[in-house]
């Protein structure tokens, strides 16, 4: 069935960091992609996506690329905030359901 | 509404108890997910309904847990004979059409004690 695997956390930066949070998937056909943050005591906000493979997903300096040769789908920053500072999911929608499958989830802590 | 909301924001219930919670999606939506949040995890697919169909149940843990929406618009999910395992933040979800990103309530947090 489908998974997502992100990488082990937590992740602890500086401001104005670079930030990386791999996520690499199985499934079958062609998924989409996407990414979603959680703000403590809040839901879950989509945060970006990509439907296709080579799409870059963007928004609030967040980007992502749909890498089918590597099934991966790792979130990037250049420069973190202390407003940054939540927990960061990867999901994927199969093409055989319309089910999100979550990973564990990262948590992001960014320091003054 | 201008979100997905959901009700009660906490709920604490007494092991054996039967519980409801409900959700309000946006309204159009057609579709409407129910999620598990264990502590420290990802979500968890519960349900799926289509309108007033519920087409996919393959998530529910058990056959205490049920789900409705029978005029396609609000959804309960019920809980019955609540176990401590069962405690959970439980997420709704609502989308305008499969595949697309979907939009989260902000959950209710059961605590089973």
């Known amino acids: 069935g489908d998974s997502v695997t992100q990488m082990e956390g937590p992740v602890t930066l500086s401001e104005e960091a670079f930030l990386t949070i791999n996520c690499t998937y199985t499934?079958?056909?062609?998924?989409?992609l996407f990414w979603y943050v959680q703000y403590p005591g809040e839901g879950l906000q989509l945060l970006l996506k990509?439907?296709?493979?080579?799409d870059k997903g963007s928004n609030k300096g967040f980007e992502a690329t749909y890498r089918k040769e590597t099934t991966s789908f790792h979130l990037e920053k250049g420069s973190v905030q202390v407003s940054d500072s939540a927990v960061y999911f990867c999901?994927?929608?199969?093409?055989?359901?319309?089910?999100?499958?979550f990973g564990e989830g990262t948590q992001l802590t960014v320091n003054p | 509404g201008a979100g997905v909301s959901q009700s009660p924001r906490y709920k604490v219930a007494k092991r054996g108890q039967d519980v409801a919670l409900r959700c309000d999606p946006i309204s159009g939506h057609v579709s409407l997910f129910w999620y598990q949040q264990a502590l420290g995890q990802g979500p968890e697919f519960l349900t799926y309904?289509?309108?007033?169909?519920?087409?996919?149940k393959s998530g529910l843990p058990s056959d205490r847990f049920f789900a409705e929406r029978p005029e396609g618009s609000v959804s309960t999910l019920k809980i019955q004979r609540t176990q401590q395992e069962d405690s959970a933040v439980y997420l709704c979800?609502?989308?305008?059409?499969?595949?697309?990103?979907?939009?989260f309530g902000s959950g209710t947090r059961l605590t089973v004690v």
């Open positions: 979800a609502s989308s305008t059409r499969v595949g697309e990103g979907y939009t």
């Open positions: 999901a994927l929608s199969g093409t055989s359901g319309s089910r999100l499958t």
């Open positions: 990509a439907t296709k493979a080579d």
């Open positions: 309904f289509q309108n007033e169909a519920q087409l996919d």
């Open positions: 499934a079958t056909g062609y998924p989409s």
